[in-house]
Nanobody
């Protein structure tokens, strides 16, 4: 069983930045996929950043490309999401997730373990 705990959420004004952290009970390099997702009220959970760990390739949807950056520190067993130039539409609960065995890494169905989520609110 893998335990994930997010932190770093909060309220920020338009154009501001936040850095989310996700503490993992297992080493990041042990997973096949690591990613960040978000869910706004009344909307489906969507991916905002993911990494295929073995090859290092990253994926960002167009909605966040150029503004969000995913990174990790294997020694610290931590996953990060740097979010810049935040917009009101970025308001959501953000979740980190990890998987063993998956190779696509872009959809919620690819992931087996989830954190509890952290709220991000962007106000104008």
């Amino acid at each position: 069983q893998v335990r994930l705990v997010e932190s770093g959420g909060g309220s920020v004004q338009v154009g501001g930045s936040l850095r989310l952290s996700c503490a993992s009970s297992a080493y990041i390099d042990s997973f096949s996929c690591v990613g960040w997702f978000r869910q706004a009220p009344g909307k489906e959970r969507e991916g905002v950043a993911s990494v295929v760990v073995s090859g290092g390739s990253t994926y960002y949807p167009d909605s966040v490309k150029g503004r969000f950056t995913i990174s990790h520190d294997n020694a610290e067993r931590a996953l990060y999401l740097q979010m810049n130039s935040l917009k009101p539409e970025d308001t959501a609960i953000y979740y980190c997730a990890v998987a063993y065995g998956s190779t696509w890494c872009r959809t919620p169905a690819d992931y087996s373990y989830w954190g509890q989520g952290t709220q991000v609110t962007v106000s104008s």
